[in-house]
């Protein structure tokens, strides 16, 4: 981490961040949701604000305490399919989004606008699900402007199949975003916890720098990457 940061380095740059993690409805009191505080995406708009960008977060559940003061305009959302309507219109104008939200992956096909109820006696009915939009890819692959920096996050898991990096430089590949954010998560790291390490790369997978400590310390260098991808304002 750089220990001297120019203040100000994002200043006249107006920035969508989103964070938390979406709830996709299965009815109307029940959803299918993660474990995402939030923390880390309110982190990333706090520190842009410092560093004097215009700042919009997208919050999808957020419930710790934020005011537009620190993060700036704040755009609550529920579901995915809400996050990726407010995230659009938001980046419309923006020289930078980050990814930072968990976004569910399925959705309920169907949401009936009554509550399901159980039958004595009856197994319970399959909830169908069907896959929600990418939205990091759809940012990457359709820039609203020429210069757009995109930014996603990685929560990956060593398996067989290869190592946290592994995934993440592989993630990185099929997204296309400018920058990805690896992140290892599991039973004591990432989730709800306060502290962070992030391994970045960019679209060839090529790891471009590491992050870690609070989960402020981990917004400034991930902001550090981009303010070194940004074209001069
Ligand atoms: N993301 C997104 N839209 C989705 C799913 C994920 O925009 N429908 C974004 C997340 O906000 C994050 C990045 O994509 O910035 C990576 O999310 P992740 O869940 O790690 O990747 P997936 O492509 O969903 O792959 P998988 O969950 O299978 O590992
Ligand atoms: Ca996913």
New binding site residues.
Partial sequence: LSAVRAPGDLAGRHVVV?AGGTREPIDPVRFLGNRSSGRQGVELARAATARGAVVTLVAANVELPVHPSDVGQIVRVGS?LEL?TAVRDAARDADVV????????FRPARTPETKIKKVAGQAPAAIELV?????????ARDRARAGQIV??????TGDENGSVID?GRA?AR??G?DL?AVNEVGAHQGFGVADNTVTIVDPDGVVVGHSSGTKRDVADGIWDAVVGLLPPA
């Fill in positions: 989103s995915a990726e980050v990814m930072a939200a968990a976004v569910a992956d896959e929600n939009p990418d939205i990091l890819a759809g940012l930014v996603g996050f990685a929560a990956e995934h993630k099929r997204k975003a990805l």
